[in-house]
């Protein structure tokens, strides 16, 4: 692993569950069972992008005992995240309805994911909030079978949804999504979406498509986005990214050229930026207030090696 990696990353969001996935055991039921009713099973209730978070004194707390869980009346589905030890961590949505409910009755807080962690609620809990979140998505949108139209069944502790009608078995999905920097020489191109925060520049990013390499969805989306054509492209790291169920795969990008063409639709600025101004938007000092995403999201990481490396980070 490049060592630039070791320190940073700590703060990268969402990576580093210490939960036990248990991939081999999801349809051994009597042990899940088991997993449930032990005493230190925990829940993460979810409506949507909302968490439930439970008020303890100051604490706002993410992990819900079966008790606190039960009080929020049924959910609508149940999924496995993992084991811590021998207890079993899940996932349940409830409908917005539940949420509110819990809200106005003073006992919990419901806060949408990206708040929780941008405003570092949960940090521990963000690997397994975002499982849960990105899991229970794909059931929400999934309940009927896409070969043949008939209800399908939940099954391996929520990790496949099955058809009683035709057998076909539907496996959870996560979208890969190219997240990259171009960089020429002792610069880079930064850009803004018109979804971000005012002043916030960014790394370009888009979805991979069927049938094509990382590498390549890295040089069609640059050269889509800003004209540019890249030549090298330099694997740094990758992040699961839950909105709604995304991986983000990082890279740094050299441009073979630097005229910029840029797509108006999907930006609304991109420029290249000398390194000596991106470590002052890192370092929150920029003259203008320009910065970039903060550490917990994958593209704070990438601008940040280019910051400290230049162009080695393409080596
Ligand atoms: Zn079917």
């Given at each position: 692993m490049n060592e630039i990696l070791t320190e940073p990353l700590i703060s990268l969001g969402y990576v580093g569950s210490t939960l036990d996935r248990i991939a081999e055991q999801r349809g051994n039921t009597a042990l899940i069972m088991k997993a449930m009713a032990h005493a230190d099973a925990r829940i993460h209730a979810l409506a949507g992008d909302v968490i439930l978070l439970k008020k303890r004194g100051e604490k706002l707390d993410a992990l819900l005992s079966p008790a606190e869980a039960r009080s929020l009346g049924d959910p609508i589905e149940s999924v496995l995240i993992g084991l811590k030890g021998e207890a079993a961590h899940t996932g349940i949505s409830v409908s917005p309805e539940t949420a509110e409910r819990a809200k106005a009755g003073g006992e919990f807080a419901a806060i949408d994911l990206r708040s929780v962690a941008v405003q570092g609620l949960a940090n521990e809990h963000l690997p397994s909030l975002a499982t849960a979140k990105a899991l229970l998505m794909w059931h929400a949108q999934h309940g009927?079978?896409?070969?043949?139209?008939a209800k399908t069944k939940i099954e391996q502790a929520g990790w496949r949804r099955d058809c009683g009608n035709c057998g076909a078995t539907h496996f959870p999905r996560t979208d890969p999504c190219v997240i990259m920097l171009a960089i020429d020489n002792d610069r880079c191109l930064l850009g803004r979406s018109p979804?971000?925060?005012?002043n916030m520049w960014s790394c370009l990013a888009g979805f991979v498509e069927p049938g094509e390499s990382f590498e390549e969805a890295v040089r069609r989306e640059t050269f889509e986005e800003s004209g540019l054509k890249i030549g090298r492209v330099s694997y740094f790291a990758s992040q699961p990214w839950p909105f709604p169920m995304s991986v983000m795969i990082g890279f740094h990008a050299e441009a073979k050229t630097t005229e910029l063409n840029i797509d108006w639709k999907e930006l609304e600025g991109a420029r290249w930026f000398a390194r000596d101004e991106v470590k002052l938007m890192l370092a929150g000092k920029h003259p203008d207030g320009l910065f970039v995403p903060p550490?917990?999201?994958?593209a704070h990481h990438i601008i940040r090696a280019f910051a400290e490396k230049g162009s080695r980070v393409l080596d």
């Open positions: 009927f079978c896409a070969k043949c139209g979804r971000f925060l005012p550490p917990i999201a994958i």
